[in-house]
């Protein structure tokens, strides 16, 4: 999910993400009572994902629908668990499912496009004498199908959560996308990322924030740095700190057009 599908802002955004790339053409809008939904809420995804991942590996059939509890939401996602994390595990479970998108990602033409909310629907489970028995929610098609297909899914870091910053979540998204099996990295310069994130800061910010991630060398497996070309904006390169690990190495490349995995 390195394209802008989420607010990176902590504070509630309502104004529509527009991005379009080539092919590539994203839309998303909030309602007014919920407002966007965040990075953060989407580590409620990652959760997701990793449930119709692991019953597929073990032989079962997975489904859109899964239920939990928000105890074992929280935990696996990095929370707390108490009675304020619960309240903000169903705010951002309100923030996925209001929030809509329309992208033209994985659709045999850049007319056609599918639009859909993070979470189709959720409800909270109770039994006859209405003690609690969990969560229950329903994935929509589009991810559902993306994480099925194992080239648009990636293994995260656990130190991903631990990430504070909506910019810096976002990079480590974008960074792992295409660095992890390249030895000498990748780059984008500083006006594509700008776009690509989707953020609301101006340029001249959104680079300070940039730079200051580099100094903190904050995205856990890469090392990150800035070229300054002589003609053209600056540059964020990026490679895997382990190399060993990640297989055969190639030559770092530069952005020139978007890819179309999650």
Known sequence: MAYPFFSLAKSKRLA???FKAGSIVIRVEAVPEHGMATIWDADVLIWAASQIVEARDAGLRPSRLMGAT???IL???GRGVGSRDYDRLKAALDRLQSTTIATSIRQPTERRMHRFSWINEWKERADH???PLGLELIVPDWFYAAVLDDALVLTIDRAYFDLTGGLERWLYRL?????GRQEFGWSFDFIHLHAKSGSLSPLKHF???LRDIVRR????GYRLTIEQPAHGPDRLSFAPTGLPSFGTPRRRR?????GDKL
Request: glycine share 6%; proline share 14%; no cysteine.
């Open 175 to 179: 960074v792992r996308k295409h660095g």
């Open 129 to 131: 004498r209405g003690r």
């Open 217 to 220: 060398q904050a995205l856990p």
């Open 16 to 18: 529509p993400i527009d």
């Open 207 to 209: 680079a300070y924030d």
């Open 75 to 77: 935990n696996f996602i």
């Open 70 to 72: 928000p105890y074992e």
């Open 254 to 258: 530069a952005n020139t057009r978007p």
